[in-house]
């Protein structure tokens, strides 16, 4: 077969180990990942990755781009939220298609597929949010029909119209099972949650503690009941649940004695729980830093640092959902009206790769684990992505293993206008994209094309 291109001599990273060789494309596929292959280039272009590494595409499984919430819309589009992914080492993502008022399943699937369509620079799939268990239940069958074999409830976010009950939960995860489908779960506690944002939602305690009151109102306990009641859920419908944005300790002990006992349980952290702590509530700005989860504490990150070693953290995401600074002063001294969520698919890569492999937290073959092999298998896309493989799609990073970038929101690719990692010296950027064998990362420098992304339906089975 003749190649059209060929990433020479980096060292090929998957989760099993590191191995010189070459990765030659045709088409949009991986033709032959072998030493020796530019030798046979034969006219084939050959980009030099001597001294580089050469990975997967990451894949950011949880991402919200352009999405309608806490009465604003999130900045990043599927524009600059792909441009975003691209320089940063991303080549596929999956959004949450909600479905908004009376909709149907079928109506938010293509409401996302019209935003996301023209303007997507790399892959994309979505999750289909339950939001009315009686109306989206029964619909479930005909989108794992379709290739949306993920389902999410929100146990919170009843002002946004979004809240799943336990019945619902139950219910889904039980139709899960029958349909090969799994349930993405957001897990706070919701009637004592608000039963704390309500005593401390006072004059006095807002001008004292201002954003920190976010932290204040979020202890622990609220993540860990939800997570330990839909992990019951799951024990007793044998449904698959993927728990998302676990943000605390006592959530990674819940998850690791489920798997233990057999539960079908599975959960992702994001990068911002590794390596940012609730301190940065109490700085002036602190505000711009609430997301929902909010960030915890020193001994938190610790935990899901050694979860992702031991394997009950089984994936890194962001939950991307980015609001600029003004969208962020909306809240005027209240924090339950700060628009919630952060930036971080241009970071994520490079977050992990520094603070984790440099760091000395994980082997870099631990970090292909995370952000590219085990989100493709866990989401339905291996191995079509997540591994250099022949057959595989050329979705292929390639990075310099010390080379710095100080992050700074004005030269990056994303729609805000601040950073939560703003002055980080990051490692980890992609120097090179390639995008089913197209390059969308030059000199990392994003030159994708608008559209250029394409939905993947996927299969669990
Ligand atoms: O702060 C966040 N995470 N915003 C997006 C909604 C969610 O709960 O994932
Ligand atoms: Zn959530
Ligand atoms: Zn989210």
Redesign the pocket.
């Known amino acids: 077969m003749p190649y059209d291109l060929i990433i020479a001599n980096g060292t090929v990273v998957s989760p099993d180990g590191t191995t010189q060789a070459d990765v030659a494309i045709h088409g949009e596929r991986i033709a032959a990942v072998a030493p020796g292959l530019a030798a046979k280039a034969n006219g084939a272009r050959v980009v030099d990755a001597t001294g580089k590494y050469v990975i997967p595409g990451g894949l950011d499984v949880?991402v919200?781009l352009e999405?309608p919430?806490?009465g604003t819309v999130?900045s990043d589009d599927w524009r600059t939220g792909t441009r975003a992914a691209a320089r940063g080492g991303v080549t596929t993502v999956i959004d949450?298609a909600i479905p908004y008022g009376e909709q149907s399943l079928d109506d938010a699937y293509h409401a996302w597929l019209e935003r996301a369509k023209p303007k997507a620079c790399v892959d994309y799939a979505f999750h289909m949010a339950i939001t009315n268990w009686d109306r989206h239940g029964p619909e479930m069958p005909a989108m794992v029909a379709r290739g949306c074999p993920t389902f999410k409830e929100?146990m919170?976010?009843a002002v946004e119209g979004w809240q799943s009950d336990d019945r619902a939960i139950y219910n889904a995860l039980e139709s899960c099972k029958k349909l090969g489908g799994m349930l993405l779960v957001?897990a706070e506690s919701s009637r004592v949650l608000d039963e704390l944002i309500a005593r401390h939602h006072t004059p006095e305690l807002m001008k004292k503690y201002g954003a920190q009151l976010h932290a204040m109102t979020r202890p622990n306990f609220i993540e860990a009941e939800a997570i330990q009641r839909a992990v019951m859920w799951a024990e007793v419908t044998g449904g698959r649940l993927y728990i998302?944005?676990m943000s605390t300790g006592e959530g990674a002990d819940i998850i690791k004695a489920a798997q233990a006992r057999g539960v079908d349980v599975l959960a992702e952290t994001?990068v911002q729980y590794l390596v940012m702590d609730d301190s940065v509530f109490a700085r002036p700005d602190g505000h711009l830093f609430?997301?929902?989860?909010q960030l915890k504490k020193p001994k938190d990150m610790e935990r899901l640092w050694k979860g992702l070693d031991s394997g009950e953290v089984c994936v890194i995401s962001t939950?991307t959902?980015t609001f600029t600074k003004e969208q962020k002063d909306r809240w005027e001294g209240d924090w339950t009206k700060i628009p919630?969520?952060?930036p971080g698919l241009e970071t994520l890569l490079p977050l992990v790769y520094t603070k984790g492999v440099l760091g000395g937290r994980m082997t870099v073959e631990k970090f292909v684990e995370k952000c590219c092999a085990n989100p493709a298998k866990i989401m339905g896309l291996y191995p079509q992505k997540g591994v250099l493989a022949a057959g595989s799609d050329a979705d292929i990073v390639v990075f310099d293993r010390k080379t710095t970038i100080k992050v700074d929101h004005a030269t990056m690719e994303g729609g805000a206008d601040w950073n939560p990692f703003q002055g980080w010296d990051l490692a980890g950027f992609a120097e090179h994209t390639f995008s089913r064998g197209k390059q969308i990362v030059k000199d990392y420098k994003c030159i994708a094309e608008d559209g250029w992304g394409k939905w993947l339906p996927r299969s669990l089975r």
Do not use: K, R, T
């Not at 609430?290 to 989860?293: F, I, R, Y």
């Open positions: 949880h919200h999405l919430f806490c999130s949450f929100f919170i976010y957001h998302v944005h994001c609430a997301c929902c989860p939950d959902c919630m969520g952060l």
